[in-house]
């Protein structure tokens, strides 16, 4: 007897599912998809227990015949390509045959759909993979699809599915996607019977982006256009003061369809290259209008991925254009131009940040003075001067090694200060050769260390003079709402503000910092990236982005008695030899590597 068998349509399709339908919000993605190519002017969805329970778009668009409505529930059943040629030269969001049978094949599936024209509609349910009923029904012209029990009989592709604000906050983002591709249709998205998005149809993509993100960062977005022969974009970039810590906040479409692409990421991420430090993010919208044959859909099951025929000319005018922008807008949308209002301290001193300047600047000129300016070059005399990873660190591991150093360790503060090089570097005489401090990291670690050093319950609160509103994207809110309960025990103050914004009333007494919703929604970014090691901790992760934000900059002028008081507390850390980073604060020259330096040895 053979060996191989053709396998039946069912298990067909839910192995296509596998390939599609990854958890709720690809199912919202791939019917929401399909609202759109039937030319819907309003699509609403409704989630229950964040689409674990029941997921349903409802449009009113053409809708279906009931023939169609049938033929759109087999595999390789579409109305969207007939040839090869239209395979090669899509234009629709949605093609994939195996898109409704597939998610059928995984749910209890109905529905229910009219063309306008049509004096009734047809309602069609399936269980599984296998048809229930098909039966003629009064609805409204356009389609609703209701998706339930999601993944009911496939016992270990539901115990993946993870809680219901990780999934909830999973749909959110493809909503938001979706929404800010098409801004002339009327988007809804509601949960749990309570409305969380409501995206009237808007004029222009700076509308809604205000729906979106709100008035205050879109007003931070700087539009951009630009048409050639066989390339058209336009869209928003954000000033580089909206950098943020990862690229998620990259809305790129090709064509109108929502894409993640490699090179078209890194594209826009070199548009932003010295205005911006490395490791940060802008927030752009980048609308690409190609012929359709010079993009291929193809690459992925879910069309998540592109692959552009003829890349090179395409990338460079999306650089040049986003960098063109960013280059337009002058000193107040330079980069550094909100830190530069911010003013780093500490409980015992304050270290003024350089203001922006009043006249008209280029982007590097007001890059000058930015907090994350790197350190000036030393002078031309000092060229051969060893840099830090030739000079032996004074250096310790981490934990209790690192505490067993720091009680063994150098007493800064005891040796003869020499002065400041650039600016960045404080220059100590020690018995057997020079000292070099970073100061910017010698100032995180003795921050980081009043932070971290909060009991839970034993840190005390101070009230904002005025509370803040912290608007956030649908993944960073959830994460905020599962620790809430924590960062209350330390000293903050936040409760929900409707959706996803959060109302901050008090900090720790401790966070001695001007903007506590900064701090707030940068720790809530690294925490993303970093939550699934097995080492994160919030509190430690809070404290190194405090810490980070309100320690004194690099190129700062200090006074012999600032310095003399940083000496001091940096003693008092409970490991004086790194920044919370892990990155070296001091290091060393003996005498004898000096001497020889100069060949005298």
């Not at 291929?296 to 005018?317: M, Y």
């Not at 994350?372 to 660190?393: G, H, I, K, V, W």
């Not at 250096?395 to 650039?422: I, M, N, Y």
């Not at 034993?458 to 509370?467: D, F, H, I, N, V």
């Amino acid at each position: 007897m053979g060996k191989i068998s053709i396998l039946p349509d069912n298990l067909c399709n839910q192995i296509a599912a596998g390939e599609v339908v990854e958890r709720p919000a690809a199912v919202v993605k791939e019917l929401v998809e399909n609202s759109i190519d039937a030319r819907s002017r309003k699509i609403s969805v409704i989630l229950l227990q964040g689409g674990r329970k029941e997921i349903r778009v409802v449009d009113n668009g053409v809708g279906m015949s009931s023939d169609d409505a049938l033929l759109a529930l087999e595999r390789h059943a579409t109305s969207k390509i007939k040839t090869l040629e239209d395979l090669q030269s899509v234009e629709s969001l949605g093609f994939r045959g195996e898109a409704l049978p597939s998610i059928a094949a995984v749910s209890r599936f109905e529905l229910l759909t009219k063309e306008s024209e049509a004096l009734s509609g047809v309602c069609i349910r399936v269980d599984g993979g296998i048809l229930k009923d098909v039966r003629e029904a009064g609805c409204p012209s356009g389609t609703m699809i209701t998706v339930r029990d999601l993944f009911h009989n496939i016992p270990a592709r539901r115990k993946f599915l993870r809680s219901v604000d990780t999934e909830m906050a999973h749909i959110s983002d493809q909503f938001l996607r979706l929404s800010m591709a098409h801004p002339e249709i009327h988007f809804q998205l509601s949960h749990q019977g309570r409305l969380q998005y409501d995206f009237p149809s808007a004029d222009n993509i700076l509308d809604r982006a205000g729906q979106v993100f709100g008035t205050e960062l879109a007003g931070k977005l700087m539009p951009f256009s630009m048409e050639a022969p066989r390339v058209n974009l336009h869209g928003l970039a954000g000033q580089p003061e909206l950098q943020r810590a990862n690229s998620r906040f990259l809305f790129i479409y090709v064509n109108g369809r929502p894409v993640w692409d490699r090179l078209l990421n890194r594209t826009v991420l070199s548009a932003y290259d010295t205005l911006m430090p490395k490791g940060r993010f802008p927030l752009v919208v980048l609308y690409l209008g190609l012929p359709p044959a010079e993009v291929d859909v193809n690459v992925h099951p879910t069309k998540r991925e592109i692959r552009l025929r003829s890349p090179g000319d395409v990338l460079e005018a999306v650089r040049s254009t986003v960098r063109q922008t960013m280059e337009r807008s002058g000193p107040q949308g330079g980069p550094g131009s909100f830190h530069h209002r911010m003013t780093a301290r500490d409980g015992r001193f304050r270290f003024p940040v350089p203001g922006a300047r009043e006249s008209q600047v280029s982007i590097e000129d007001a890059f000058r003075g930015s907090p994350f300016q790197r350190a000036s070059s030393p002078p031309a005399q000092l060229a051969a001067f060893p840099n830090a990873l030739d000079c032996p660190e004074i250096h310790a591991t981490d934990g209790a090694d690192a505490e067993k150093a720091a009680g063994d360790g150098p007493s800064f503060s005891r040796l003869s200060v020499l002065g400041q090089l650039a600016n960045t570097y404080i220059l100590l005489e020690s018995p057997d050769g020079l000292v070099l401090i970073d100061q910017h990291a010698a100032h995180e670690r003795i921050l980081f260390d009043r932070l971290s050093s909060s009991s839970p319950g034993e840190a005390g609160s101070q009230r904002l003079a005025q509370s803040l509103v912290l608007n956030l994207f649908p993944r960073e809110a959830a994460m905020l709402r599962r620790h809430l309960e924590h960062l209350s025990r330390i000293g903050f103050e936040i409760e929900p503000f409707g959706g996803d914004s959060f109302m901050i009333h008090a900090v720790p007494t401790v966070l001695n910092f001007p903007a506590p919703d900064v701090i707030i929604r940068e720790m809530l970014e690294a925490a993303l990236e970093e939550e699934k090691s097995p080492r994160w901790d919030l509190l430690s992760s809070l404290a190194k982005t405090a810490s980070c934000h309100s320690a004194l900059r690099a190129g700062q002028k200090l006074q012999p008695e600032e310095i003399r008081s940083l000496l001091e507390q940096l003693d008092r850390t409970r490991a004086p030899v790194t920044c919370p980073h892990g990155r070296p604060l001091a290091c060393k020259l003996t005498h004898s590597e000096i001497a020889r330096l100069f060949k005298r040895t």
